[in-house]
């Protein structure tokens, strides 16, 4: 009965997320996610009645996440429709690289950080200073990946410090993108916002009216066969089954590396969730050379992994262990005020400096998925442009392709955490360095705009 238990108990979370967001307008106006808000009020009843509760209630809450992030990575790309190589990076290159600096330097400034300050005053272990990036540009689905990571390495409060920090991230991500789009439009950078006031009442609540519903995807195939949900969801499941046998490969390629390296167990400890996104990407070339792509819909497949986003969100927040939190209150507080300050540097900074056209809008984008994962950076960049009158969206979409397969819970996300706790946190380091190095020398030869001052109305001279 735990499954059933817990099952209910999600959907009960999330259906009160959704009633308290729509009662009172501060939600509304910070563009707070019902999931958040759903797992925050189970963080508070576990907490204060959990004792008084059947434990099965929650109990399944921390392994949740683990399991959906798989899903959510493994349906990333399914459906997605082919788009030639050159058209993407002819687009996104100026993109990617701004997501290159950010995230490199959230690795090169956590890490430092614990060298030089945290771990000599606080005592906090050099893979604290993975958390920033983990929860910041992977969020919760990335931190519940590397669930198993933390513990089979001997830190298991890595987790629950790594869902505050995604949930910081989210809501930090939120109200300070909302200040920076305030900014923007005082000072002439973007204009034609709709604000809070200017949207009808269930456009603020979240809610669709009748007649304007969009479709949720297209059925691929007649139900008299196989309901078309059935055959997405089964299609997400060969993707996790092709990524767990490339992680099986790798295990058992690691047995014939040396000693020394078999010893550290780095395959062993490798999360699964990356490794179903390279299923995924495998799985769709398949249908596209066999000519069954059609069966794939894209958007079947975004609301699966939505779907798995949101519950996954939930039990993440709600599972949190507070007393890890407190005990590390202070390292953590300053790790992610320092987090926040870099990622505000690279929109206000390096934004006008590397786009061309549409800085705001690209630089904005990119604050909201480097503080609090890919949802947020688009809700950011709907506020700013409702009506994709700029390069900004087809942009931003195109250089995910390149940029979350190596960070945001990509492969380098998942393979930085073993490499650290195993002793090797100062190579790592350095190495982070060096790839910012170059990230930033590309900025600078290929994509620096030749005159960065920015007028009153946001227009480049």
């Given at each position: 009965?735990?499954?059933?238990?817990?099952?209910?108990?999600?959907?009960?979370?999330?259906?009160?997320?959704?009633?308290?967001?729509?009662?009172?307008?501060?939600?509304?106006?910070?563009?707070?996610?019902?999931?958040?808000?759903?797992?925050?009020?189970?963080?508070?009843?576990?907490?204060?009645?959990?004792?008084?509760?059947?434990?099965?209630?929650?109990?399944?809450?921390?392994?949740?996440?683990?399991?959906?992030?798989?899903?959510?990575?493994?349906?990333?790309?399914?459906?997605?429709?082919?788009?030639?190589?050159?058209?993407?990076?002819?687009?996104?290159?100026?993109?990617?690289?701004?997501?290159?600096?950010?995230?490199?330097?959230?690795?090169?400034?956590?890490?430092?950080?614990?060298?030089?300050?945290?771990?000599?005053?606080?005592?906090?272990?050099?893979?604290?200073?993975?958390?920033?990036?983990?929860?910041?540009?992977?969020?919760?689905?990335?931190?519940?990946?590397?669930?198993?990571?933390?513990?089979?390495?001997?830190?298991?409060?890595?987790?629950?410090?790594?869902?505050?920090?995604?949930?910081?991230?989210?809501?930090?991500?939120?109200?300070?993108?909302?200040?920076?789009?305030?900014?923007?439009?005082?000072?002439?950078?973007?204009?034609?916002?709709?604000?809070?006031?200017?949207?009808?009442?269930?456009?603020?609540?979240?809610?669709?009216?009748?007649?304007?519903?969009?479709?949720?995807?297209?059925?691929?195939?007649?139900?008299?066969?196989?309901?078309?949900?059935?055959?997405?969801?089964?299609?997400?499941?060969?993707?996790?089954?092709?990524?767990?046998?490339?992680?099986?490969?790798?295990?058992?390629?690691?047995?014939?590396?040396?000693?020394?390296?078999?010893?550290?167990?780095?395959?062993?400890?490798?999360?699964?969730?990356?490794?179903?996104?390279?299923?995924?990407?495998?799985?769709?070339?398949?249908?596209?050379?066999?000519?069954?792509?059609?069966?794939?819909?894209?958007?079947?497949?975004?609301?699966?992994?939505?779907?798995?986003?949101?519950?996954?969100?939930?039990?993440a927040i709600a599972s949190i262990r507070i007393e890890f939190v407190v005990a590390y209150w202070m390292p953590l507080s300053i790790l992610v005020a320092v987090g926040a300050i870099w990622n505000i540097f690279t929109v206000m900074y390096i934004g006008p400096r590397i786009f061309k056209e549409a800085w705001f809008e690209r630089s904005i984008a990119e604050f909201g998925q480097a503080m609090g994962v890919t949802a947020t950076g688009l809700m950011l960049l709907r506020t700013v442009d409702p009506d994709h009158k700029t390069v900004a969206t087809e942009a931003f979409g195109y250089k995910q392709l390149l940029h979350e397969p190596v960070m945001g819970g990509g492969l380098w996300t998942s393979l930085a955490v073993p490499l650290v706790m195993l002793g090797s946190g100062l190579v790592v380091w350095f190495f982070c360095l060096a790839v910012l190095v170059v990230a930033v020398i590309c900025w600078l030869v290929f994509f620096r705009?030749?005159?960065?001052?920015?007028?009153?109305?946001?227009?480049?001279?």
């Amino acid at each position: 009965m735990i499954a059933v238990m817990s099952f209910c108990a999600i959907s009960v979370l999330l259906v009160l997320g959704i009633v308290v967001r729509s009662s009172f307008s501060i939600f509304q106006r910070l563009f707070i996610p019902s999931s958040v808000i759903g797992g925050f009020i189970g963080l508070i009843v576990i907490q204060t009645l959990g004792q008084f509760m059947s434990a099965d209630w929650f109990v399944a809450f921390g392994q949740l996440p683990g399991f959906l992030i798989n899903i959510v990575f493994a349906g990333l790309f399914l459906g997605a429709a082919a788009t030639p190589l050159k058209k993407i990076w002819g687009l996104a290159a100026p993109q990617f690289c701004f997501g290159q600096i950010n995230a490199w330097g959230q690795y090169v400034i956590g890490l430092g950080l614990v060298f030089v300050f945290l771990g000599p005053v606080f005592g906090v272990p050099d893979v604290f200073g993975n958390l920033l990036e983990i929860g910041f540009q992977g969020g919760h689905g990335t931190v519940g990946g590397m669930a198993h990571t933390f513990d089979k390495l001997g830190w298991p409060a890595g987790a629950d410090l790594g869902y505050t920090v995604a949930t910081c991230g989210i809501v930090f991500g939120i109200v300070i993108g909302m200040v920076l789009i305030n900014i923007a439009v005082r000072k002439g950078y973007v204009s034609g916002i709709r604000t809070f006031d200017d949207k009808e009442k269930l456009e603020r609540v979240g809610v669709y009216p009748r007649g304007k519903q969009p479709a949720a995807g297209l059925q691929t195939v007649q139900s008299n066969s196989l309901d078309s949900l059935a055959l997405h969801i089964s299609l997400v499941g060969i993707a996790v089954l092709i990524g767990y046998g490339i992680k099986e490969l790798l295990v058992l390629g690691e047995t014939f590396t040396p000693v020394s390296i078999q010893e550290m167990g780095i395959m062993e400890s490798l999360p699964l969730f990356p490794l179903c996104m390279i299923g995924g990407v495998l799985l769709q070339i398949f249908l596209r050379k066999t000519r069954l792509d059609y069966i794939a819909d894209h958007g079947q497949m975004q609301r699966i992994c939505g779907a798995s986003l949101d519950f996954l969100v939930v039990a993440a927040i709600a599972s949190i262990r507070i007393e890890f939190v407190v005990a590390y209150w202070m390292p953590l507080s300053i790790l992610v005020a320092v987090g926040a300050i870099w990622n505000i540097f690279t929109v206000m900074y390096i934004g006008p400096r590397i786009f061309k056209e549409a800085w705001f809008e690209r630089s904005i984008a990119e604050f909201g998925q480097a503080m609090g994962v890919t949802a947020t950076g688009l809700m950011l960049l709907r506020t700013v442009d409702p009506d994709h009158k700029t390069v900004a969206t087809e942009a931003f979409g195109y250089k995910q392709l390149l940029h979350e397969p190596v960070m945001g819970g990509g492969l380098w996300t998942s393979l930085a955490v073993p490499l650290v706790m195993l002793g090797s946190g100062l190579v790592v380091w350095f190495f982070c360095l060096a790839v910012l190095v170059v990230a930033v020398i590309c900025w600078l030869v290929f994509f620096r705009t030749s005159q960065t001052a920015i007028s009153t109305k946001g227009i480049q001279k």
